[in-house]
């Protein structure tokens, strides 16, 4: 069973890019078994998708944050990683990791992190 | 850009029955799943493919869909199952969207 942690500043500036990480045990991050990715929370709300990569390399990114999001894979450290840049404080949120079972599941999450907290001030 | 409504709140009493809706336009030709999430706690995936449970999922969770509409169904509804419940919906075209969530109330 997959086991995901997240990590990284809890506190980023306006204007500037929050970068996370997702430390993956359990597996290996380059088996075809799974696929990897970001959900968020703003305080109070409801989920909102972030995106998704495959052990292919393909991700598919939430139109709404395309131009701002990266997400890219860590092979040698087992981690993919999360870039937002741009940041403001609507952007202040619980970012989670998460991932799913390739081929059976249909983009739905089975495995996620605890949550990281990230707020946006100066 | 693709939406899916859910009821902000939904209320039952303890052993009876809950529905928890799910709408979007055509969203029987999407993939739907549905997550519970508990106050301070990641979200935990209850149903996959609008009707598989995962492995560890008691058997009173259900769900299916229709048309332009999904249904998580809790039956013999417990005190532990009070939580916010989201549904998601994903298609061929790489989009993926949540729900508002439900907030299910056991009085």
């Known amino acids: 069973q997959v086991q995901l942690q997240e990590s990284g500043p809890g506190l980023v500036k306006p204007s500037e890019t929050l970068s996370l990480t997702c430390t993956v045990s359990?597996?290996?991050?380059?088996?075809?078994?799974?696929?990897w990715g970001w959900v968020r929370q703003s305080p109070g709300m409801g989920l909102e998708w972030i995106g998704t990569?495959?052990?292919?390399?393909?991700?598919y990114n939430n139109p709404s944050l395309k131009s701002r999001v990266t997400i890219s894979v860590d092979t040698s450290q087992n981690q993919f990683s999360l870039r937002l840049g741009s940041v403001t404080a609507a952007d202040t949120a619980m970012y989670y990791c998460?991932?799913?079972?390739?081929?059976?599941?249909?983009?739905?999450?089975?495995?996620w992190g605890q949550g990281t907290l990230v707020t946006v001030s100066s | 850009s693709y939406e899916v409504t859910q009821p902000s709140s939904v209320s039952v009493s303890p052993g009876q029955t809950a529905s928890i809706t799910c709408s979007g336009d055509?969203?029987?030709?999407?993939?739907v799943c549905w997550y519970q999430q508990k106050p301070g706690q990641s979200p935990v995936l209850v149903i996959y493919?609008?009707?598989k449970r995962p492995s560890g999922i008691p058997e009173r969770f259900s769900g299916s869909d229709s048309g332009n509409t999904a249904t998580l169904t809790i039956s013999g509804t417990q005190a532990v199952d009070e939580a916010d419940y989201y549904c998601q919906a994903w298609d061929s075209s790489a989009a993926l969207v949540f729900g508002g969530g439900t907030k299910l109330t056991v009085l």
């Open positions: 359990g597996d290996s991050i380059r088996s075809s078994a799974y696929y």
């Open positions: 055509k969203l029987g030709d999407k993939y």
């Open positions: 493919q609008g009707s």
């Open positions: 998460a991932s799913g079972l390739a081929g059976s599941r249909q983009q739905a999450f089975d495995y």
């Open positions: 990569t495959y052990y292919t390399g393909t991700t």
